[in-house]
C-alpha cells in the first residue's frame, strides 16, 4: 500500500483490515470517523504521523492472517454478510449481556456508580440499533440487491426513498451516536479493565461488552468503509 499524510483511514482499513488493529492501537476511530486523513487524525490525537505510517507500512511486510477480502465481494453477498452475521450477533448478545450487566449494576453500583451510566448507554444503545438495523433489512439492504440485479440485467431500478445517499446519510449519522456512546462506555470502564474488587461475573461483563463494541467497530467498518460508498457508485453508475 502507498501511504501517505492524505490517505483516507477507512481506505486503508477497507483494504486491508489488518491496518484497523494499528488504528485502535493508537486510539483512532476507523469505522464512524473512517473518512478523515491519516494527517487530520494524527493531528486531532496529537501523534506523529511519520510513525503511524511506518506501523501501517509494517502490517503490509506481515504474512496475510487469512482474514476475508471484503473489499471484493459482491454488494449483495456483503449486505447478506453483514445481517446474518453482525445483525444476528448484535441481537443475540444484547439478550446475553442485559442480565449480566443489571446484576453487576445492582451488587457493584454502590462502589461504581458508573455503572449504572453504562447501562443506561447500553440500553438506549439496544433499543435504537434494534430499530436501525430494521431500516437496513427492510429498505435500504433490499435496495442494494435490487441495484446489483439491475447492473447485471439492464432492468431500471427506481426507490421510494430518492437517492440510495438518503437512507446511507441517516445510517452513518446513527452508527455516528452508537460510536460517541461506546466511546463513553470505554471510558467509564477504563478500557473495559475490570476493578480489584470486581468479581468474576463483573470481569465477565466487561469482557463481553467490549467483545460487542470490537463488531460493531468491524459491522460500522464494513458498512461506512466498503458497502455504502460502493453503493452510492453502483446507484451513479447506473443513472448514468
Not at 53 to 78: C, H, M, Y
Not at 101 to 123: C, I, M, T, Y
Not at 219 to 239: A, G, R, T, Y
Request: with cysteine; glycine share 6%; proline share 4%.
Amino acid at each position: 500500500m502507498n501511504i501517505h499524510k492524505d490517505s483516507i483511514i477507512g481506505e486503508l482499513v477497507a483494504e486491508d483490515y489488518r491496518t484497523a488493529a494499528v488504528f485502535k492501537r493508537n486510539g483512532i476511530d476507523f469505522c464512524c470517523n473512517g473518512n478523515r486523513s491519516i494527517g487530520d487524525a494524527c493531528s486531532h490525537k496529537q501523534l506523529e504521523a511519520t510513525a503511524l505510517i511506518r506501523q501501517l507500512e509494517a502490517v503490509g511486510t506481515q504474512k496475510s492472517d487469512g482474514s476475508p477480502d471484503f473489499n471484493s465481494w459482491p454488494l449483495d453477498l456483503l449486505a447478506d454478510y453483514v445481517e446474518k452475521k453482525h445483525h444476528r450477533y448484535v441481537e443475540a448478545k444484547i439478550e446475553e449481556i442485559r442480565p449480566f450487566l443489571s446484576k453487576v449494576a445492582l451488587v457493584h453500583g454502590d462502589r461504581h456508580p458508573e455503572l449504572f451510566e453504562v447501562e443506561q448507554l447500553f440500553e438506549a444503545s439496544a433499543g435504537e440499533l434494534a430499530v436501525h438495523m430494521k431500516k437496513e433489512e427492510l429498505m435500504l439492504f433490499p435496495y442494494i440487491r435490487k441495484m446489483v440485479s439491475a447492473a447485471k440485467s439492464g432492468i431500471p431500478v427506481q426507490a421510494v426513498f430518492g437517492s440510495v445517499q438518503n437512507p446511507i446519510g441517516m445510517m452513518i449519522h446513527e452508527h455516528d451516536t452508537e460510536g460517541a456512546r461506546f466511546r463513553r462506555i470505554a471510558e467509564l470502564t477504563r478500557d473495559y479493565t475490570p476493578p480489584a474488587d470486581g468479581c468474576n461475573t463483573y470481569r465477565v461483563t466487561l469482557s463481553l461488552l467490549k467483545e460487542f463494541e470490537d463488531d460493531l467497530h468491524l459491522h460500522i467498518h464494513l458498512e461506512n468503509n466498503i458497502l455504502f460508498p460502493k453503493s452510492v457508485e453502483l446507484e451513479e453508475h447506473l443513472h448514468a
